[in-house]
């Protein structure tokens, strides 16, 4: 069974940036892929930034790209969304999501977090 636990929302003011950051349980760390979703209020979940196993590569959705970054430390089980130029419409709460089978972050994981509160001012 693989934790996930998320830290690092909080409120900022729009053009502002946060770390996410989501610790995960379990070992093997490194053969997962990690995702970060995302939920507004009044809307479904919807994927922001992936990293495949081993942080073969990344993906981002087009709302976030160029902005947010997402990263791993496999040695800390950590993964890390760094979000930048934030806007109101980035409000939401994040998930940190992970996938065991190492691929395709965008898709639905096997594991969520319990999320943790963006909230960004106009």
């Known amino acids: 069974q693989v934790q996930l636990v998320e830290s690092g929302g909080g409120l900022v003011q729009a053009g502002g940036s946060l770390r996410l950051s989501c610790e995960a349980s379990?070992?093997?760390?490194?053969?997962?892929?990690m995702g970060w979703f995302r939920q507004a209020p009044g809307k479904e979940r919807e994927f922001a930034a992936g990293?495949?196993?081993?942080?073969?590569?990344?993906m981002y959705a087009d709302s976030v790209k160029g902005r947010f970054t997402i990263s791993r430390d496999d040695a800390k089980n950590m993964v890390y969304l760094q979000m930048n130029t934030l806007k109101p419409e980035d409000t939401a709460v994040y998930y940190c999501a992970l996938r065991e089978d190492g691929r395709d972050p965008d898709r639905g994981p096997d594991y969520w977090g319990q999320g943790t509160q963006v909230t960004v001012s106009s």
């Open positions: 379990g070992r093997s760390f490194s053969i997962y892929a």
């Open positions: 990293i495949n196993w081993a942080g073969g590569s990344t």
